[in-house]
């Protein structure tokens, strides 16, 4: 059984670790001890039992933070049990459907033998930071396409596999 759990995520406008902090909950409310924290911040994994990293989406490539947080810890990695979840598309597409993910999480997915991935909506509004995000806005294609009960559940499906042993 899994005691301490990582929920670690790259994001530049927050809604990346919104999602992190509803899984982190959900993993808490089943008795793990969760943290939640930016994977720039994260020196190491090795006091953890799992790991859950999450990236933003940008132009079809997880947020740098969570690429190189991978990059950075791979061989500790591998060697516990390991979730993946991007967010992004500013559209209803990934509660209609299965979003695989993008070429570089999948092959890291691959190295570390990543239990699974799952694509979750993101969330684009007033104020977000960048100039294509700006366009985006500009464009009417902002919202908040977060579905978080569709986030509680997979959550809730991590936590039975770490407190089922």
Known sequence: MADKVLVTYGTTNGSTAEIAEAV????????LSVEARPARNVASVAS???????????????????????????????ERPVWFFSSGPLDASASERDIP???GVRRAMARLDVREHITFGGRLE????????????RSGKGGDFRDFGAIETWAAGIAHELTRS
């Not at 007033?126 to 806005?137: C, H, N, Q, T």
């Open 24 to 31: 982190a909950a959900v993993l808490s409310k089943d008795g």
């Open 48 to 78: 953890y039992d799992a790991v859950v990293v999450g990236g933003a989406l940008y132009a079809g490539r997880w947020h740098k933070d969570a690429r190189r947080f991978v990059r950075r810890h791979r061989r500790t990695l591998a």
């Open 101 to 103: 993910p993008v070429r």
């Open 126 to 137: 007033e104020g977000a930071k960048g100039r294509v995000a700006g366009m985006i806005l």
